[in-house]
T-cell receptor
Framework: GAVVSQHPSWVICKSGTSVKIECRSL??????MFWYRQFPKQSLMLMAT?????????EQGVEKDKFLINHASLTLSTLTVTSAHPEDSSFYIC????????????FGPGTRLTVT | GQQLNQSPQSMFIQEGEDVSMNCTSS?????WLWYKQEPGEGPVLLIA?????ELTSNGRLTAQFGITRKDSFLNISASIPSDVGIYFC???????????FGQGTRLTINP
């Protein structure tokens, strides 16, 4: 299957600071990338969908000014958590969709964010 | 948000047993995907299904796209310890970009 990487794999930051998470599709071009958030023992919650070169589409209830998404190229998307607070602590996972008629979506390994 | 109904929520089985889990939806899907997630990792795609009635295998795993297009199941034969994890189904309706996920089935295997 296709490979998606995320960096960093974990990060601890102080309340009020901003954190950037990178998501890269290593062996395919992802015209569409997705950002998810996952709480312990729960399913994945979609935060936003981004198409390369376009503004991201955010799910209801997700603050676009707090979770800034940039999809500048077919292989890179970034999520910046601005002015992070402890309630933003979570497991963030990105995903890239392959192009073509078959729909396959591959996930990165996730980033554990802890805000102190 | 919208979710699929995935069952069972958890399973405790003996090594060597077969496993079956399923997902149902109130709406029609064009694509069904099955993922496995281990602690601290992202989900890994196991099987993708694109046609109603399609039956696809990946080693000891077999998944089917229901005829009604509103359900799918995943079977694991002769379970082994490394099968432990959380299995998620995901569906996509026609024209949609995003997937809808089930709540997950947590599989625990007693050696």
């Amino acid at each position: 299957g296709a490979v998606v990487s995320q960096h960093p794999s974990w990060v601890i930051c102080k309340s009020g600071t901003s954190v950037k998470i990178e998501c890269r599709s290593l062996d395919f071009q992802a015209t569409t990338m997705f950002w998810y958030r996952q709480f312990p023992k729960q399913s994945l919650m979609l935060m936003a969908t981004s198409n390369e070169g376009s503004k991201a589409t955010y799910e209801q209830g997700v603050e676009k000014d707090k979770f800034l998404i940039n999809h500048a190229s077919l292989t890179l998307s970034t999520l910046t958590v601005t002015s992070a607070h402890p309630e933003d602590s979570s497991f963030y996972i990105c995903s890239g969709r392959t192009s073509g008629n078959s729909y396959e979506q591959y996930f990165g390994p996730g980033t554990r964010l802890t805000v102190t | 948000g919208q979710q699929l109904n995935q069952s069972p929520q958890s399973m405790f089985i003996q090594e060597g047993e077969d496993v079956s889990m399923n997902c149902t939806s109130s709406s029609i899907f064009n694509t069904w995907l099955w993922y496995k997630q281990e602690p601290g990792e992202g989900p890994v795609l196991l099987i993708a299904l694109y046609k109603a009635g399609e039956l696809t295998s990946n080693g000891r795993l077999t998944a089917q796209f229901g005829i009604t297009r509103k359900d799918s199941f995943l079977n694991i034969s002769a379970s082994i310890p490394s099968d432990v994890g959380i299995y998620f189904c995901a569906g996509r309706s026609e024209g949609a970009q995003k997937l809808v996920f089930g709540q997950g089935t947590r599989l625990t295997i007693n050696p």
